[in-house]
């Protein structure tokens, strides 16, 4: 009887990792379609720019507040969109890094040499 995927001789069951491996890059493939549908939100200027992003980081929509509409400072326009932007995408960042985090980790439990 074998135990922990290992063959007599401390020799890794191959059958056993290529099932592990299996397990884990559905459970990746799930994660990422996930994401995918997921969606984080940013603001700036006390919500006068709103941008939501998709979980993978993909802008999905902008809405600015025609308050932030200045013709003669497209400047400070252009910079909440850019802090709202950067606000969803940190989120959706953090997001992914907590989904995945947990599956790139375990790749140590495959049971191969140096992980």
């Given at each position: ?6 063959q ?13 491996a299996?397990?884990m ?5 799930a994660?990422?379609e996930?994401l ?9 200027g006390?919500g006068?720019v709103?941008a939501?992003v998709?979980g ?6 902008l809405?600015i507040?025609?308050k ?8 400070t ?26 599956l790139?980790?375990?790749l140590?439990?495959?049971g191969?040499?140096?992980?």
């Amino acid at each position: 009887m074998r135990g922990a995927g290992v063959q007599p001789g401390g020799v890794p069951d191959m059958q056993q990792i290529l099932q592990q491996a299996q397990q884990m890059q559905e459970q990746l493939m799930a994660a990422q379609e996930e994401l995918a549908n997921a969606e984080t939100t940013g603001t700036a200027g006390g919500g006068l720019v709103t941008a939501v992003v998709s979980g993978s980081g993909e802008l999905k929509s902008l809405t600015i507040d025609p308050k932030a509409v200045d013709p003669e400072d497209t400047e400070t326009l252009a910079d909440l969109v850019v802090a709202a932007v950067r606000d969803a995408s940190s989120s959706a960042q953090k997001l992914a890094a907590d989904r995945m985090g947990g599956l790139t980790g375990g790749l140590g439990g495959l049971g191969l040499p140096g992980m």
